[in-house]
């Protein structure tokens, strides 16, 4: 019993990181941005439309994570995980080189291995261990290719930047701005958590 809780530890840490990330994303909950400043954020990386990718990354991290702590349903849960996180990578992270204090990919990259490792070769105390559940496997490959095709979809989503990185159009630019006050209130406290 204790071996099958040590192994479920990278996917029970890894999970709830994401769940939390999710929450941030989709309530505000510790400290987050909520629907509100996440989709604030996709403007400001000109992934469009803003608003409903807020929504699939939110619900893509919170249930996804849940689901991959849990051990429920796997590799759904994995599925999900990785697949935001591959976007997030490519779009935020990998221009930032590769350790974190610099904002690289580092961390969202060992979060992605725990969950290729685990989706792969799920081991270590589960939901699905504990009442018998396997999956078939064309809903996996289902999940799969779903997962494919959205992460292609979220990354042609995205409107190429201008020299520097900085937005096109006046209507751009003032979303780019608009996202930049937000996140400065949030840092002095004046919008609420």
Partial sequence: MIT????????????LLMTGHGLQKLTGWFDGRGLEGTEAMLTALRVRPAGW??????????????LMALGLFEP??????????????????????LWNHDGGYEFPLLLA?????????PIGASVDAARGIALPGWIVA????????????????????????????????????????????RRIGRIGR
């Fill in 4 to 15: 099958a809780l040590v192994l479920a530890l990278p996917r029970l840490v890894a999970g």
């Fill in 142 to 185: 289902l999940a799969v290719i779903g997962a494919i095709v959205g992460v292609g979809l979220a990354l042609a989503s995205r409107e190429e930047p201008l020299h520097g990185g900085l937005p096109r159009g006046r209507g751009q630019a003032i979303e780019h701005v608009r996202y930049v006050r937000y996140v400065g209130m």
């Fill in 113 to 121: 291995v725990i969950a290729v490792a685990t989706a792969v070769a």
């Fill in 53 to 66: 990718w807020a929504i699939v990354l939110a619900v893509a991290e919170t249930f996804g994570g849940a």
């Fill in 76 to 97: 759904l849960g994995q599925i999900a995980v990785i697949a935001v996180l591959m976007v997030a990578i490519a779009l935020v992270h990998v221009p930032k080189g």
